[in-house]
């Protein structure tokens, strides 16, 4: 299947970081290997994928139904997961390299047979805004801590959610054991990360993410913590780290 890499000329990269897509690109070989550098990802996919699929269920609208736009995709760890589940996904990334990964992950490695569809395009969500696009389940994981601007990155995808849509979005709170856990230990101390991977400054509390969402006519219906135990993720009402919440526009 061919990768839409589409040139917008009128398009708008307010929320593309070109540093972030260097790092992300360089990456793009490795994405997949669970022992690799995006090895922490691997681990919490489960876990966020369980819980989008959890509030997906509490609104028969859009379970197994929805059509899910994954903003951020990288090499495809969200995507593939809700396709397999039997959602019909796009996947949009500004790194070339690494959605060429996702696509050759795809063409290699074929979805469950009661899979949904999977397509993947280069670009950026200002671009599905000025295409006026829209999708009735957005998800943006571990993506705003790394954005230009959160606040018109939110506001952008507020533009794209139809009626009664529901967004999902996971990040790092901005707090000493978010800086800790996230920064310190998995950067330098454990190597889970490759250094550079995260700034502090850039994390975003649930408040921040409360106030951005109500600007943009959205409002949190839901969040949960995800944590780390020494036998893996779990979901807690601790969000003093990573956590994931639910948005909508009802």
């Given amino acids: 299947m061919p990768i839409d890499t589409t040139d917008n000329a009128n398009k708008q990269n307010n929320s593309i970081n070109t540093n972030e897509i260097d790092h992300f690109n360089q990456l793009a070989d490795q994405w997949w290997d669970r022992k690799g550098p ?12 369980e819980w989008i699929n959890r509030n997906l269920r509490h609104n028969n609208q859009y379970y197994k139904s929805g059509n899910i736009l994954d903003i951020g995709c990288g090499a495809g760890l969200a995507s593939e997961a809700l396709a397999n589940m039997g959602y019909n996904v ?25 899979g949904g569809s999977l397509t993947y395009k280069v670009g950026s969500i200002e671009e599905l805004v000025h295409e006026n696009q829209h999708f009735s389940v957005i998800t943006a994981l571990e ?43 998995a950067e330098y101390i454990t190597r889970k990360l490759p250094v550079g991977t995260h700034n502090w ?10 106030k951005m969402a109500y600007s943009a006519g959205l409002r949190i219906k839901s969040i949960a913590g995800m944590t780390f135990y020494p036998n893996g993720w779990k979901l807690t009402q601790n969000v003093k780290i990573n956590y994931i919440a639910c948005l909508t526009n009802s």
Avoid at 91 to 105: F, L, S, T
């Fill in 38 to 49: 995006m090895s922490s990802l691997h681990d919490m996919n489960d876990l966020r994928i």
């Fill in 90 to 114: 796009l996947g949009i990334d500004a790194g070339e390299k690494v959605i060429k990964a996702a696509q050759y992950h795809l063409d290699t490695t074929p979805l469950l047979p009661k």
């Fill in 143 to 185: 993506l705003l801590e790394h954005v230009n601007d959160p606040q018109n990155f939110i506001h952008n995808i507020s533009q794209l959610l139809q009626t009664n849509g529901i967004i999902f979005v996971s990040t790092i709170n901005r707090t000493l054991p978010a800086f800790l856990f996230a920064k310190v230990a």
């Fill in 201 to 210: 400054r850039q994390f975003i509390t649930p408040s921040e993410l409360g």
